[in-house]
């Protein structure tokens, strides 16, 4: 998922035999997770906006943290582990060749309103995705369903158009959210500020600057729910206000929105006693890439992004712009995910190598200095996006080699701005929709891919993604990914910069975040409480 959202790392349970289920709820499928909660209520803060509540449309971090609450999945993905487990399914598996999978729904399943929920409203919820088909909406996760079937109100089965391995990862995510046929149109979006799911919170309300959770009494899953109800305010990209909050206490915990430097502030603050607040740190995947327009006159000589990739200090973004917030990714895999390499670590080494940048260029017949323009947006992948980019172009430059500045613009001229080939070098950050590498890969590149760099590659397309979506065992895709990444380090279509960690600052007395940041990217409210 862009982070537009985005959201989101070892092998999958998918990789099973032909009719193997793909795990398996209790013996009469009445799980944990039916009671009123227990502890106190919470008030959170959060950056970032919720853009849809509608699962049809939302395809963004805020929009998939009301989705993973509100709503039930068939699979969803526990906390701590990247294998989906069933959910309101009881039981779900891939059988003939990945192209069929089968569930059945747990018993007593019902909405928050009361409404039973059957097989129906699993085949209504994902075929009004694909009717909808919203640009700001998950349709794309789902492509590879042909048909479903329901052949009782408890049985759902998915045919598939070609092998899907990752199928059961993509509908643990927001876009398998299951909605109550009788509440959401199967032709349009659903308007007003509800949301019906059967999930183990209700959405009570939801205004501009806050949205109201209550436990929800009707609830049937997995989840056991350690408070009873989260406020979550809306602080709309203000990082200063959502740290004054926090620190006033008018907030309990802070998710997704403090800087950089706050974060490093805070936690020295808390190291030395002085500040009843404490950051924790989860991992993540997510990354951010500098992208070349293979159409662009200067940007698609590839001597050009090889010598780019010989120029990057990853070491010194991570220290100096983002405070140890990230890692250096030497590979467009994070680390953490099923088949990730150190790609160009091995290609153009760890540190910047002026030299070898010069002879590239050299040898192409570019004698003189490279002039580049980087593109950014100030906000949408993080505050530090800019500054990051200012770092790039200062290191271009002092190899000599480059003349290199940096333009922002604001989120919808700069996507439209990509989308007509404008730009040469620009940003793209992305946090995965599922934990496994086929979504660090398969949206990148061919035709109608979400970097919109005009790159393909035949044996990427045509041979690698195809083989390891079909591989039900998914440490069998190991040598596949680690091809692909090689020929995008030869080709440089994109450099790798860094690789996110997951924070959330919480005040004294808050316990259980740590089950809530994890590489799934699902927030999972039930986890935290409040002393």
């Not at 853009?51 to 395809?59: E, T």
């Not at 090889?306 to 250096?328: E, F, K, M, N």
């Not at 995965?432 to 398969?442: A, C, I, K, L, R």
Request: with cysteine; net charge neutral; proline share 6%.
């Amino acid at each position: 998922m862009q982070i537009r959202k985005p959201w989101l790392t070892a092998p999958l349970a998918a990789g099973l035999s032909a009719g193997l289920l793909v795990g398996c709820g209790t013996s009469d499928g009445s799980d944990a997770g039916q009671n009123a909660g227990t502890g106190k209520g919470i008030v959170m803060g959060m950056s970032d906006e919720i853009k849809a509540i509608d699962p049809a449309s939302g395809y963004d971090p805020g929009s998939w943290l009301l989705f993973n609450n509100v709503f039930q999945s068939l699979m969803a993905f526990p906390k701590g582990s990247s294998e989906p487990e069933p959910e309101a399914a009881r039981s779900c598996a891939l059988d003939k060749g990945s192209t069929v999978y089968r569930c059945t729904l747990r018993d007593g399943l019902t909405f928050s309103n009361g409404n039973e929920l059957t097989s129906k409203d699993v085949k209504h919820s994902f075929e009004r995705i694909l009717k909808i088909n919203d640009p700001a909406g998950p349709a794309v996760m789902l492509s590879t369903i042909k048909s479903i079937e329901t052949p009782d109100d408890k049985q759902v089965v998915f045919h598939l158009t070609v092998p899907d391995a990752t199928f059961p990862s993509k509908i643990a995510s927001g876009a398998g959210s299951i909605v109550d046929h009788r509440e959401y149109p199967a032709d349009k979006l659903r308007t007003g500020n509800k949301a019906i799911g059967s999930g183990p919170y209700r959405l009570d309300s939801y205004e501009k600057d806050q949205a109201v959770f209550a436990v929800n009494a009707n609830y049937r899953g997995t989840a056991e729910v350690q408070n009873t109800g989260m406020t979550l305010k809306l602080f709309h990209g203000d990082q200063k206000a959502l740290g004054d909050a926090l620190k006033k206490g008018s907030i309990d915990l802070a998710y997704r929105g403090l800087d950089a430097k706050e974060l490093a502030e805070t936690e020295a603050a808390a190291l030395d006693g002085k500040h009843p607040v404490q950051p924790i740190e989860g991992s993540s995947a997510e990354v951010h890439h500098l992208v070349f327009n293979m159409k662009d006159p200067v940007a698609g000589n590839v001597a050009v992004r090889r010598a780019v990739a010989h120029l990057v200090d990853r070491d010194a973004l991570v220290h100096d712009v983002y405070r140890s917030t990230a890692t250096p990714l030497y590979s467009i895999i994070p680390a953490g995910i099923t088949g990730h390499n150190t790609a160009f670590f091995n290609r153009y080494g760890g540190s910047p190598q002026p030299d070898k940048a010069k002879k590239v260029l050299r040898a192409a017949g570019i004698k003189d200095k490279v002039k580049l323009t980087l593109w950014a947006t100030p906000t949408r992948y993080g505050p530090a996006t800019v500054d990051e980019f200012k770092a790039l172009a200062a290191q271009l430059n002092s190899s000599g080699l480059f003349t290199a500045d940096v333009k922002s613009v604001q989120q919808e001229q700069y996507e439209k701005d990509i989308a007509a080939g404008k730009y040469g070098v620009y940003v793209k950050g992305w946090i995965p929709d599922y934990p496994d590498p086929e979504n660090f890969t398969q949206p990148f590149f061919g035709k109608g891919n979400v970097l919109s760099n005009n790159y393909e590659n035949a044996e990427i397309t045509g041979k690698i993604l195809p083989a390891t979506a079909a591989a039900a065992g998914r440490g069998a895709t190991a040598d596949d990914f680690d091809r692909l990444q090689n020929v995008v380090a030869e080709d440089v279509p994109i450099i790798p910069l860094w690789q996110g960690k997951q924070y959330a600052v919480a005040r004294d007395g808050i316990t259980g975040l740590e089950w809530t940041l994890d590489s799934s990217t699902v927030f999972r409210f039930w986890e935290i409480s409040k002393n």
